[in-house]
């Protein structure tokens, strides 16, 4: 399979990402495994995930997601064949929040306990925080990855204007720059990536692994009245793109599926692997069913026409 360069990093990875945010969630741990291990079979490498990832969750702490991980590698999932990414800042109540010296490097050694390794691939800012200078960030960085426990870092959800701060601020000090940008970008919402963080990632090379690339499912097409949300874990996320913007959407991603033999979900991904910046986009998946029809994504070109048209249906 092709693979594409993470940023200005070493590290080179197949155009997809799995996100491992349902694991111990809305996916079990048998469930879990197997999907890793079709996706590794297909030659994909990239997981991420979080250590806030389940805390959300009445009864969890935290860590569930990171920790199904590790129980894959000590079942024994190939280390090598994977490519780990993590993130820290988010609240994780008792243990803490923030870019702070003491609670990045703690929650780094927390995430390698969970994940039973001893070095993380991307480490990832989770969220901005401006209560602590960016030097002090960029040292924790800076030891985590002096003493091998890290190879490089990233960050998700800053604006422009921060991030070009952070990246300044490693300039400056010679402290380790954020290689990879973790943003929400999907055909359904374009606005936060697209403009002067965008921008900015080309001119730096930065890396880009968009999260919520499936718009939180709605993007598969499965979610077209509000009666489909009914029960359903992301309802919250999906149901305001359920307006005439978002339907129009949709009939436009079935006509250019059914014309190249595809997905509305190949579609959506296809066309995000094109656009300027994009290494591989993050997406996750409950069923194999649903990860046969992601990992096909790769594999799907969408001409000029199929691009302008959703160019004009997204906007």
């Keep these: 399979m092709d693979t594409r360069a993470l940023g200005t990093t070493a590290i080179r990875i197949a155009p997809l990402a799995l996100g ?14 197997s999907l890793i291990d079709a996706f590794v079979a297909r030659g994909f490498s990239l997981i991420d995930t979080a250590d806030v990832y389940s805390i959300w969750v009445p009864g969890h702490s935290g860590g569930e997601s990171e920790r199904v ?6 079942r024994g999932g190939r280390r090598d064949a994977i490519h780990i990414a993590t993130k820290v800042g988010m609240d994780m109540k008792a243990a803490g929040k923030g870019l702070s010296r003491a609670h990045v490097i703690a929650a780094a ?5 969970n994940l039973g390794t001893d070095c993380i691939d991307l480490y990832q800012a989770h969220i901005d925080d401006s209560t602590v200078p960016f030097e002090e960030t960029l040292e924790a960085f800076a ?8 190879r490089v870092v990233g960050a998700s959800n800053y604006t422009a204007p921060r991030l070009a701060e952070a990246l300044a601020a490693s300039d400056a000090g010679a402290l380790p720059r954020f290689s ?17 963080l965008q921008k900015l990632c080309l001119k730096e090379q930065i890396g880009v692994i968009p999260y919520y690339a499936l718009a939180g499912g709605f993007l598969t097409g499965k979610y077209r009245r509000p009666e489909d949300l009914e029960g359903k874990a992301r309802a919250g996320t999906v149901a305001h793109f359920l307006d005439p913007r978002g339907l129009d959407l949709l009939a436009e991603m079935d006509k250019i599926a059914a014309r190249l033999g595809a997905t509305p979900t190949q579609v959506a991904l296809a066309w995000l692997m094109a656009q300027p910046g994009v290494t591989a986009p993050i997406v996750s998946a409950t069923s194999l069913a649903q990860l046969d029809d992601i990992m096909a994504a790769p594999g799907l070109t969408l001409d000029a026409a199929a ?6 249906a997204s906007i």
Excluded: C, H, M
Excluded at 109 to 113: G, K, Q
Excluded at 143 to 150: I, N, S, Y
Excluded at 180 to 196: C, K, S, T, W
């Design 20 to 33: 491992g945010n349902v694991f111990g969630w809305t996916v079990d741990e048998a469930t879990s495994f």
């Design 69 to 74: 991980i590790g129980a894959w590698l000590k």
């Design 109 to 113: 050694e927390a995430s390698l306990r």
């Design 143 to 150: 030891r985590l990855v002096e003493a091998g426990k890290v």
């Design 180 to 196: 990879v940008l973790q943003p929400n970008y999907n055909l359904a919402n374009r606005a936060l990536f697209e403009g002067e």
């Design 307 to 312: 691009l302008s048209r959703l160019d004009r």
